[in-house]
């Protein structure tokens, strides 16, 4: 439920990620969910006043892709290839969740996001080994209070505990799916959306990709997530142009990754309206290429920026900010070099990283009326980073230090349609010492399981399913 009374966020400066505002001082009033106005000085005598003038309001981070499942396997993945991601991740340690696990590694996941001030996030989730997976996904989202799509995985699992069985008859997936899809989860709100994530769009045939694809689109899908182009592994599979020539890209598909995606598939994207999700980390990590951001939104492709696999990095939107600046200009300073030449203006800016974490995603996945700036009309997805911490104290450039200096612990209020996430740096009714206790227990019994295999026949397997990739 929103906050009762109207809310008077008094005094902050103001990031309001409008193209071509920049950062002002004022007040900003929220009602009903909504924001109403916003300016110098706002008075209204009914409202709950907020004082901001020790922080940075800024529209919360969208986060594009993530497989939240994976939170209580946190710092298992620090030195994989895709190829180990691939056997262990998804061959091994998914076999082992139950779906209380997927309960907790979903609601924690998600206050995680939220804590660092991640507003709206995409669940791909390819955890689903049974029905009271699924449900268990969602509502662990749903439990947490965050804004998302929640994109229901027909990746056919390890069955019954064990890696080695295969589940090759994953038709119940597509009866789940469309069973969850017309559930009232989806029907009595619109903070929560329904999305699709066929099974493996670059591992599959293209007759099945196109028919999971018909599939999403007949249930209603507000997104369709894909891992594509990523670099060697799967150069000459070409999925978004083989969509695009079957006439079948549009405005609900999100494409992640990317990496390598031509200039031609880059300007079909942008003629169909297409998303695109890159998540640095994982593309510099796993050989995929350099993460594609800039490029792709100079394209004219509606990008934004993932964190995908939480087993391995922070749940939060500062480091992947961080990472797709410094490596683009990486880039862009070697090429100058490379002629002898010293950079003599450095750029991408931050101001440009900073959007397509927060209005970028909201674009990329069509909710950019309804999130990503701070505009009267949109709804209060708001965040405050307090500006007189050890690490924000001085903030002479809003926008550097929120790219360049902030963390988690900075972020002291976070609201999802004018809804009391955290305040004064604390989640709000979140009892954590109990969730911690069961996060770690079911860490324990999932490690302890998967440290039980050996992982040679699944390797074996697996190496099949690269071939046909690389
Ligand atoms: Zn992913």
Not at 30 to 37: L, N, Q, Y
Request: net charge negative; with cysteine.
């Amino acid at each position: 439920m929103a906050h009762p009374r109207p809310l008077l966020i008094r005094n902050a400066r103001l990031l309001t990620m409008v193209d071509g505002v920049d950062e002002t001082r004022g007040d900003v009033l929220v009602a009903d969910g909504v924001i109403r106005a916003i300016g110098g000085r706002i008075d209204h005598a009914d409202a709950d006043i907020i004082d901001a003038a020790d922080g940075i309001l800024m529209p919360g981070f969208v986060d594009t892709h993530r497989h939240v499942w994976q939170t209580q396997l946190r710092s298992v993945a620090g030195d994989w290839s895709l190829f180990d991601y691939f056997v262990r991740m998804r061959m091994i340690y998914s076999a082992f969740y139950d779906a209380e696990d997927v309960w907790l590694g979903n609601h924690i996941g998600a206050l995680e996001a939220l804590n660092a001030g991640v507003t709206t996030m995409v669940d791909h989730c390819h955890i689903i080994n049974s029905p009271d997976h699924a449900d268990a996904a969602l509502q662990g989202l749903i439990d947490a209070g965050g804004r998302g799509v929640f994109c229901y995985g027909l990746f056919g699992n390890p069955r019954g505990h064990d890696p080695l069985v295969m589940d090759t008859d994953p038709g119940w997936l597509v009866a789940d799916a469309r069973r969850l899809a017309t559930s009232r989860a989806f029907s009595d709100q619109d903070r929560m959306l329904f999305g699709l994530a066929p099974a493996e769009a670059e591992a599959m045939p293209m007759a099945d990709l196109l028919r999971e694809v018909r599939l999403a689109r007949d249930l209603g899908a507000h997104s369709i997530s894909l891992h594509v182009a990523m670099g060697a592994y799967d150069q000459r599979h070409r999925v978004v142009q083989h969509l695009a020539d079957a006439g079948q890209l549009g405005p609900d598909l999100l494409f992640v990754h990317g990496a390598t995606l031509t200039a031609a598939e880059q300007a079909a994207m942008a003629e169909a309206g297409a998303g695109l999700s890159v998540t640095p980390e994982t593309e510099m990590q796993m050989g995929m290429g350099h993460p594609l951001a800039f490029t792709a939104r100079a394209a004219g492709v509606r990008t934004g920026l993932g964190i995908d696999i939480v087993s391995n990095y922070a749940g939060c939107m500062f480091r992947q900010m961080q990472m797709m600046l410094q490596s683009a200009r990486a880039r862009t300073n070697a090429a100058i070099e490379a002629r002898g030449e010293a950079p003599r203006r450095i750029t991408p800016t931050a101001r440009e990283v900073l959007r397509l974490a927060t209005l970028g995603g909201a674009e990329a996945l069509h909710l950019e009326d309804r999130i990503g700036s701070i505009e009267a009309g949109k709804r209060a997805d708001l965040i405050l980073v307090r500006t007189d911490t050890l690490s924000m104290c001085p903030t002479i450039d809003a926008v550097a230090a929120i790219v360049l200096n902030a963390a988690a612990a900075d972020v002291d209020m976070v609201m999802v349609d004018g809804r009391m996430i955290k305040r004064h740096g604390a989640l709000v009714d979140v009892a954590w010492p109990d969730l911690a206790a069961r996060l770690q227990a079911s860490s324990t019994r999932i490690t302890t399981a998967a440290g039980a295999v050996d992982p040679r026949p699944i390797e074996a397997m697996a190496a099949g399913v690269f071939a046909n990739l690389i």
